[in-house]
């Protein structure tokens, strides 16, 4: 059985006035555990609203969005959300925030000192534990937003552009690092990306949509072994992987 299965689903926004926008219309998805799959596709084709209806937030209009078999009608501990923003509490430290979630679901202290240990070490924050978001770099605080993301123990992590606001290296650094994070951890990823060597680099399956309305337009497989090195974007295979996603992107913006 799938972990996600979406079956025609559609997504009706209104405006209160009579106006109303299709964002997903007859969208098609399965993905199993442990997988990760990335969307990509023109500004405003529904990526991020598929994300909400997965998270909860917001409910499909019609068809069937499944997750372990069960319609997601709302939030669940089991889902995990990173976002662009860091979304990290400010007057709380990087050991506070990471606790969050096992706090609020009412662990014991020594469970969640084990449980924030173990993800401060996996996503390397050692060090740090007493400082405030504040005082942390971009990749820090994203470091600290993924590693609130897993002390939930998901079995899904949602990720919306969460390396969009970071520089270059940095956010190479920590496609990287998100890698080693996933193969160790190996729950199930949904990334969001603009970036189409970032969206080949990171996953086993690209999902390219389409627009006016949201919809799958192709899902390529992607076959490069893991784990992966940042070198294997400029090998050959991958540049034309790559370029096929560009060019079906492209048609969509003419």
């Not at 993905?31 to 998270?55: N, R």
């Not at 014991?108 to 449980?115: C, F, G, I, L, Y």
């Not at 993924?146 to 270059?168: H, Q, T, Y």
């Not at 389409?210 to 940042?230: A, D, E």
Request: charged share 25%.
């Amino acid at each position: 059985m799938p972990l996600i299965d979406a079956r025609n689903v559609s997504k009706v926004f209104g405006d209160g006035q009579g106006e109303n926008t299709t964002a997903l219309d007859d969208f098609n998805l399965v993905v199993v555990e442990k997988e990760f799959v990335s969307i990509i596709g023109p500004s405003g084709c529904g990526k991020s609203t598929f994300l909400l209806l997965l998270a909860g937030l917001e409910l499909v209009t019609s068809g069937d969005l499944l997750l372990d078999g069960q319609p997601v009608n709302g939030p669940d501990p089991g889902h995990a959300i990173v976002f662009q923003e860091y979304l990290l509490f400010p007057w709380r430290t990087v050991w506070k925030n990471i606790e969050f979630g096992p706090e609020v679901r009412g662990a014991p202290k020594n469970k969640r000192a084990e449980v924030v240990s173990k993800y401060i070490k996996l996503v390397g924050l050692e060090g740090v534990e007493g400082r405030y978001p504040h005082e942390l770099s971009g990749g820090m605080k994203q470091r600290v937003a993924i590693a609130r993301a897993l002390a939930n123990e998901p079995k899904v992590i949602l990720m919306d552009e969460p390396f969009g606001s970071l520089d270059a290296l940095t956010r190479e650094n920590m496609q990287v690092e998100l890698l080693r994070i996933w193969q160790e951890n190996r729950c199930t990823v949904i990334f969001v990306t603009h970036s189409i060597e970032e969206a080949v680099f990171l996953s086993d399956r690209l999902v390219v949509m389409g627009t006016h309305p949201g919809r799958v337009k192709k899902i390529f497989p992607i076959p490069f072994p893991r784990p992966r090195k940042r070198e294997i974007i400029s090998s050959a295979d991958f540049v034309a992987l790559a370029a096929g996603v560009k060019g079906l992107i492209l048609e969509e913006e003419k």
